[in-house]
């Protein structure tokens, strides 16, 4: 039995309410490696931002769970080392059993998400409520995100091929019920790198996919529900056209990648919208630099000398959403 607080982790109470208060959501960055803890760490603290490290089932087969909690212990000390103390919250991402969260609370996580979206309403109530009352009873209270509509789209092992948006009438309820801290909810995000089929979509004169806008009337009418209550948008990558340019010009092929514009989710990150879930662009970036490496230099075969570049590349990234999209930068 660990608790987050030995590990020098946060939940994320607090955070969201300074978030709410302030106009801004935190990053939620997923990571399965070193490099990309380094690539979160280095921005976060670089850019005085607090960060929600993010773990995925799919994360968790592949580095193992250990390795990944004394990772983002790790991370806590590498912040200090370069400088400057970040809050950072470990947090489980898509949990889909109640056994899983109670793991994953019980090795350290600060925060878990139980997703019963795809289960009936009533289902969905119980099981995250039964999530809910073991997370909150423990010593050191972790927080929980819950799900109320389906998001369209392949993320590991999370998939939908149908999105069906967050019902505003069912939200208070929901909340009442399961007494969660926080709520992903379905506007028109989605999760991969082709967020929408072509024929979802318009064409900008250059023949760039433009995506129909996200459902700020529904966010609206929730906010209207719940005021003050934390928001969180799952699928929110905004698939920067540069990067699909790179991988392409060095041999990748992604047919028909589009994600959310910067725009929106800068507009969403000032209404209750507290942690914002972006993955597929950190995949891209390294994807895209890798590609360029392994091209101008094909007798490269030191890994750091690729995967070095791959992290710097993401780090930028970060760097970028954190001031310019989400307005974490400074608030820590
Ligand atoms: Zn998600």
Redesign the pocket.
């Known amino acids: 039995m660990t608790s987050y607080t030995e590990l020098g982790l946060a939940n994320t109470r607090e955070l969201f309410k300074k978030a709410m208060a302030g106009g801004y959501a935190i990053p939620a960055y997923n990571f399965n490696n070193m490099e990309q803890i380094q690539a979160i760490i280095q921005a976060c603290v670089e850019t005085k931002s607090p960060v929600i490290l993010q773990v995925?089932s799919g994360a968790r087969k592949y580095a193992n769970q250990t390795i990944l909690r004394n990772m983002a212990r790790a991370a806590v000390e590498y912040a200090n080392e370069l400088g400057h103390d970040i809050p950072i919250v470990l947090h489980l991402?898509?949990g889909d059993t109640f056994e899983l969260c109670k793991d994953c609370i019980e090795t350290g996580f600060s925060s878990v998400?139980i997703?019963g979206s795809h289960f009936s309403y009533e289902e969905n109530v119980a099981l995250t409520r039964k999530v809910c009352e073991f997370a909150h009873s423990q010593k050191d209270y972790v927080t929980v995100e819950g799900?109320l509509g389906i998001?369209a789209g392949v993320?590991d092992d999370?998939s939908s091929e149908h999105s069906h948006y967050t019902e505003p009438e069912e939200v208070i309820d929901f909340v009442n019920k399961t007494k969660v801290d926080s709520l992903?909810i379905s506007i028109g995000t989605s999760?991969g790198r082709a967020k929408f089929k072509p024929e979802q979509c318009t064409r900008d004169a250059n023949g760039i996919l433009i995506p129909p806008p996200l459902r700020f009337d529904i966010l609206e009418e929730i906010e209207k529900k719940i005021p003050g209550f934390p928001i969180v948008l799952?699928?929110a990558s905004s698939v920067p056209v540069e990067y699909v340019a790179m991988i392409e010009k060095f041999g990748g092929k992604l047919s028909d990648s589009v994600g959310i514009p910067e725009e929106q989710l800068r507009r969403a990150a000032k209404s209750a919208v507290c942690k914002i879930?972006i993955?597929s662009d950190g995949r891209l970036a390294m994807t895209a630099m890798l590609r360029k490496v392994f091209t101008e230099k094909p007798d490269e075969f030191d890994p750091r000398k690729y995967l070095g570049p791959a992290r710097d590349e993401l780090k930028k990234l970060y760097m970028h959403k954190n001031t310019n999209v989400l307005g974490s930068a400074g608030q820590a």
Do not use: F, I, P, R
Request: hydrophobic letters at 25%; proline letters at 0%; glycine letters at 6%.
């Open positions: 995925s991402d898509h998400m997703d799900e998001l993320e999370v992903a999760h799952h699928g879930n993955d």
